[in-house]
Each structure stands twice: as C-alpha cells, then as structure tokens.
C-alpha cells in the first residue's frame, strides 16, 4: 500500500508541474497583451526563467543529498502553485520579469525532487517505471492546456485563472507529499574527510554530467518552443484564434502522452539508446517542417508527431544522469543535469523571440532541428564517458 501511494504521490507533482507549466503558457497571449510587450521583450523577459529555475535545483539537489526527496519534494509542491500568482498580476516590464524568475524557481522547486522521488519509487518497484511518471507530465500539460482553452474561451483572465488554481496545487501537494517514501538522505553530515574524498571522486564523472546536460537540454528546448511558442505561431502564422490556439499545445501533449505510455516497454526490449536516438531524429524532422505547415490542421498534426518523437529523450536521459558518480552526490549530479535542462527548456525558446527579429515566426521556430540532430550525434559520445 506504502508503494502505491508513493506512486499516486509521485504522479500528483509530476501533474502538478505540467499542468501549472502548460496554464503559464496558454495565457502568455493575454499576459503579453497586459503588459504591452513586443515579441523581443517578451524573449528577453523569458530568459530570466532560467535564473530562478537553475537557483532553484541546486538548492534542491543539495537539500535531497542532505535531508531527502520527500520533504524538498513537499516544499517544492507549495511553491511551484504559489509561483503562479506572479504572473497573474503583473502589469509592467518589470514586474513581469520578476514573475517569470519565480515560475523559474517553482516549477525548478518541483523538478529535480520529484524526478529523485521517481527514482527511490523505481528501485523499490523493481521494474522500469520512471517515465511512467513523465507521462503525468505531459497529462498535466493537457490538463493546463484544456483549462486554459475553457477559461479564455469563457472570458476569464489569467489573474482570475491563474491564482486559484495555484493556490489549489499547494494545498494538494503539501498534504499528498505524506504519501511518497520516507527520507533516505546520501550526504555525509559528520565526516568532512570522507565529504572531501567523495567530492574528488564525483568529479571524475563531470565530463558525463555535461555533456548528458547539454543533450538533455536540447530535448527541453525543443519541448520548450512547444510550450512557449505554439499559441503565438497558431495566431500570427495560421491566423487561429485565442481559443483554438490553445489546442497546439495540447495536441504536442497528446503526443507526448502517447508515447510515454508505452517507452518503458520500449526501452526494456531495445535499450535506451533507441529512445533517446530515434526519438530525437523523428523531432527533429517535425519542429523542421512547422516552418513550412501550410494550414492550422497540418500544423496541429506535426506539434502531435513532435511530442511523439520528443516523449522519451529528456526522461531517458535524466534515468541515465541519475546512476552516475557517487551515491552521497546522486542528488547533485541530478541536479546539475536537470539544471542545464531546465536552463535550456525554459530561457532556450527565448532565443525564438530574438529571432524574429530578422526571421519570421515560423521559421525562427524551426531552428529547433538542429537540436534534435545534436542529441544524435552526441549518444556515441555520451556512452564512450559512461564507459
């Protein structure tokens, strides 16, 4: 019973997250209109996301390493809700930028333990289950997704949309994280000579940790362009409006839904490293034909085939990162990865913005091409540094 409540735990901030990550973005539109910011601006602004986010997981992996996955968790449950109601009053440059910092932080607050709490449910499950919990991620993106496009469409505001349904995360997640396994913190507290002799030997695995990141990274990009940017290309490229362009992102989670259904099946019978590869190629081509989508129904099909392909890289990748180096840094070694992630899923699609200002829209996003051809390229690379 204490196993299946601890996935149940699990899932909830893993919805959590996704689900507050996808109702941040629907309602950007409205929130950039509220303001009264061009597209370069809000690239900018958007950056700053990934101030609050990368403070925010090394904090939270030198708290698992110390104290446990259970209570960052919890606390990272708060504030990940709380971190909505920012954006849901902002009414300047300024203040906006300071509410983006705070998205950073909470849905960084959330991140890392979850994914750490993910892999103590794993062990003690004994069978691969870790993206199984990915999936709620992108079941809390439908979730956002379709708030968003019933909330709008009914004229309601991101400062009437966002807050309560923040405050409700927080309430929820504080009392559920009683669900998830007991603290098992790594870090040695008392021994400073053998905290020194672990510190030395971790760092044999930085070359790993990097380059594992920066792969990680570029997958979270490419779902970050989904994220941050199919509403606005839906309206300025494919003449859609406010309400349908909402359903960009849902058919990206759509995808991304289905295909975390099944991956760990997949991975158990061809490895990881055909998610990881595949996965990446198949993205890569669909992010590169949205420059060229001539209608709203086509585009939609390819955000679909785009979450498709993108499903399984990042979880996968952040499986691996977390094995590595030594037992008392599993939670900083995570961290740094899911940092570097984060920093490119969140301030990465801002590069979009800067774009536009000599591209269009539609090609600006397809950049993100490139990236999934990275990820390709770097997997030999990433299992010649694991060896």
């Known amino acids: 019973m204490s196993l299946l409540r601890a996935k149940i735990a699990v899932s909830f901030f893993f919805l959590s997250g996704g689900s507050a990550l996808a109702l941040w973005a629907v309602h950007i539109p409205l929130i950039q209109k509220t303001v009264g910011i061009d597209y370069s601006t809000l690239g900018f602004l958007l950056m700053l996301s990934g101030v609050g986010g990368y403070a925010a997981m090394q904090l939270g992996g030198w708290l698992i390493d110390h104290i446990g996955a259970k ?30 910092v705070g998205i950073g932080f909470g849905l960084a607050g959330i991140d890392v333990p979850m994914n750490a709490a993910a892999l103590q449910v794993e062990k003690a499950n004994h069978r691969a289950i870790f993206t199984f919990f990915h999936l709620f991620w992108s079941v809390g993106g439908l979730l956002g997704a379709a708030l968003g496009y019933a909330t709008i469409g009914a004229g309601f505001t991101q400062s009437q949309t966002l807050p309560v349904y ?57 779902e970050g362009v989904a994220q941050d940017w199919s509403a606005l290309y839906l309206i300025d490229i494919q003449n859609a409006s406010v309400s349908l362009a909402a359903w960009g992102l849902a058919a990206f989670n759509i995808g991304m ?21 595949w996965g990446s190629l198949a993205s890569a081509v669909a992010i590169g034909l949205q420059a060229i989508a001539p209608s709203y129904e086509i585009s939609l099909v390819f955000w679909f085939l785009l979450g498709l392909g993108i499903s399984g890289v990042v979880p996968q990748l952040f499986a691996e990162a977390g094995e590595i180096g030594e037992a008392s840094h599993s939670g900083r070694n995570m961290a740094q990865v899911v940092g ?48």
């Open 257 to 277: 839904i289905l295909g975390r259904i099944f991956i760990d099946r997949i991975v158990e019978a061809k490895g990881r490293g055909f998610i990881i590869r």
């Open 71 to 100: 209570t960052t968790t919890r606390l990272g449950g708060v504030i990940v809700g709380l971190s909505l109601l920012g954006p849901a009053f902002a009414g300047n440059p300024i203040t906006l930028g300071l509410a983006i």
């Open 340 to 387: 570097i992630t984060y920093i490119g899923g969140l301030a990465g699609p801002s590069i979009i913005g800067l774009l536009t200002n000599s591209l269009e829209l539609n090609i600006a996003i397809g950049w993100g091409a490139v990236l999934g051809i990275f990820i390709v390229l770097s997997y030999s690379k990433l299992q010649k540094l694991e060896k």
């Open 166 to 222: 923040g405050l409700l995360l927080s309430v929820i997640g504080f009392f559920i994280a009683s669900w998830l396994l007991p603290n098992e913190p790594v870090a040695s507290r008392d021994n400073k000579q053998a905290n020194k002799a672990a510190s030395k030997a971790n760092r044999r695995v930085l070359a790993f940790v990097i380059l594992a990141g920066l792969m990680s990274a570029s997958g979270a990009i490419v």
